[in-house]
């Protein structure tokens, strides 16, 4: 099936105009899964903001450190069910996760259910529901493929207008009914839509705190970029084999490695005559490869501007080049070799302020993961 993404979009306002939001949501990339996590915090403004963060804290904080996610969830509902009525912390949440197969739980403690969105219709997701002595907790599993994807939300959205413009609020089914019109014209963003209809029913800012966010999934875009020799020449053939093994745009960063390659290949490696920078270093031609730079100061010149409008771009850059690559990227394998560079430790480069490879890579990584790109790191 190759690597499907999901893409994540999110709408919220507060209660009341230029007040601080009682929910607070997150998101979070594995190479197994994407976890989106939604809460709202009993009360309003400050309090509730902080409430539902600490909620969102614990939980990543649970996952991360290899905790499951019915176990995860199961801690938190114990904790909140303690809390209830009394002035510890208090937050309902939910939690959703999609496999890298597709496989979707949403387990909500509770909150609205949520929307399952294919492909020509949206449906309310089936759920269990379960008692938790007068709490409510339910499970929702679904598999999604590409072009489908859920939307989940807190009750501002599920109240919305109630006294007002709805009588009890505006539930799952008309809510889908709204999004089916809307698939039909042809709708870009879930989120948005489902939160400003939300909004238009409390009449604009009055009511409750209101937050989407919805997941679509859809074929990821996957650049690998091989970036220094390994420390052991005897497996370069079997390295340079397993990087062309590799699905999506291939990136090849340092002339050395470059040189590697080409030699397994049996190919010739060509310096770019049309570099007219006067800043980044010259690009190379390899058959084969979609890309080939310089290594550490090329990485350098990209940890640099990633973040920088790219209608601000150098034209004809190996540096640019490799910035648009990974802006459009969903996921980038960086295959980061071992062999020591003497290089890195001439005083002209500390002088200049090149970082190693080495540590240039991981730093790039994580700029490329805030920017919410999955990134995975293999040595070699």
Same mark, same amino acid.
């Given at each position: ?33 994407? =976890? ?31 905790? *499951? ?5 199961? *801690? ?20 959703? +996760? ?94 948005? =839509? ?19 966010? *919805? ?69 190379? *031609? ?14 350098? +010149? =990209? ?15 190996? =540096? ?49 993961? +805030? ?10």
């Amino acid at each position: 099936m190759g690597y499907i993404h999901i893409e994540i979009d999110t709408a919220q306002t507060p209660k009341k105009q230029g007040a601080i939001c009682g929910d607070a949501f997150t998101w979070f990339r594995r190479p197994e899964a994407t =976890v989106i996590l939604l809460a709202d915090g009993i009360g309003s403004g400050i309090k509730a903001n902080v409430y539902a963060g600490m909620t969102l804290s614990r939980l990543q904080s649970l996952l991360e450190n290899g905790v *499951s996610l019915r176990n995860a969830f199961a *801690s938190l509902v114990k904790t909140m069910h303690a809390a209830r009525g009394t002035d510890l912390p208090y937050a309902v949440f939910t939690v959703a +996760q999609i496999l890298k197969n597709g496989e979707t739980t949403i387990l909500a403690y509770e909150m609205p259910e949520g929307i399952f969105i294919g492909r020509h219709a949206a449906t309310p997701c089936k759920r269990r529901d379960f008692t938790f002595g007068n709490d409510i907790i339910s499970e929702t599993i679904l598999f999604l493929e590409p072009g489908e994807g859920i939307v989940i939300f807190s009750d501002g959205i599920s109240q919305a207008g109630m006294g007002l413009t709805t009588r009890t609020g505006w539930n799952s089914k008309e809510i889908c009914n709204f999004l089916n019109n809307q698939l039909n014209d042809g709708m870009n963003s879930p989120a948005k =839509v489902v939160h400003d209809k939300a909004r238009a029913l409390w009449q604009g800012f009055r009511g409750d705190d209101c937050t989407v966010i *919805s997941a679509i999934c859809r074929a990821g875009k996957i650049v690998n970029i091989m970036t220094g020799p390994p420390a052991d020449r005897s497996k370069d053939a079997a390295i340079v084999g397993n990087f062309f093994n590799q699905t999506g745009a291939k990136v090849i960063c340092g002339a050395t490695t470059a040189k590697v390659v080409a030699h397994h290949l049996g190919r010739q490696l060509q310096i770019n005559r049309n570099d007219h920078s006067l800043i980044a270093p010259p690009g190379y *031609s390899l058959e084969g490869i979609d890309l080939v730079s310089e290594g550490a100061v090329t990485l350098n +010149q =990209v940890y640099n501007i990633l973040d920088v409008d790219p209608v601000n771009f150098e034209p004809d850059s190996s =540096v640019s080049r490799l910035c648009e690559l990974l802006i459009e990227a969903d996921r980038v394998n960086f295959f980061v070799g071992t062999a020591e560079n003497e290089a890195h430790a001439d005083i002209s480069f500390k002088q200049r302020g090149i970082i190693p490879r080495g540590k240039i890579v991981r730093l790039l990584a994580e700029r490329l993961r +805030q920017l919410g790109k999955l990134v995975e790191l293999a040595p070699y």
